[in-house]
């Protein structure tokens, strides 16, 4: 079964830095998607960011500007550099990785943040 592990979040305060990390077992990397989605209590699983196995990158609006995605097939690994963070940003953030061009269209955000696959990583903005 396809195990992820996210890391790197925490507390930041507004206008802040953070960087997650997220490294997982039982799947080829090379030729999926990668992504990033996250969840505050009492909302939805929100998809926040895209890489796929060529380069290309989507992000939600609410980040557009702010974050970054990168991946490096060789370790498994998918991060996300978050800058000038805002208080909404606030939730836990869960790792993704699916077949190509189905994340976004069909990857299953409810699985993904039930911590299915993966605990996900808490990042806590203070205003």
């Known amino acids: 079964e396809v195990r992820l592990e996210e890391s790197g979040g925490g507390s930041v305060q507004a206008g802040g830095s953070l960087s997650v990390s997220c490294t997982g077992s039982?799947?080829?990397?090379?030729?999926?998607?990668m992504g990033w989605y996250r969840q505050a209590p009492g909302n939805v699983c929100e998809l926040v960011s895209i890489?796929?196995?060529?380069?290309?990158?989507y992000y939600s609006d609410p980040v557009k500007g702010r974050f970054t995605i990168s991946r490096d097939d060789a370790k498994n690994a998918v991060y996300l550099q978050m800058n000038s963070l805002k208080y909404e940003d606030t939730a836990r953030y869960y790792c993704?990785?699916?077949?190509?061009?189905?994340?976004?269209?069909?990857?299953?955000?409810?699985?993904?943040?039930?911590?299915?696959w993966g605990q996900g990583t808490q990042v806590t903005v203070s205003s």
């Open positions: 890489i796929r196995s060529d380069g290309t990158t």
């Open positions: 039982a799947f080829s990397s090379d030729d999926s998607d």
């Open positions: 993704a990785v699916d077949q190509p061009y189905h994340m976004g269209t069909r990857s299953n955000a409810r699985i993904i943040c039930s911590g299915h």
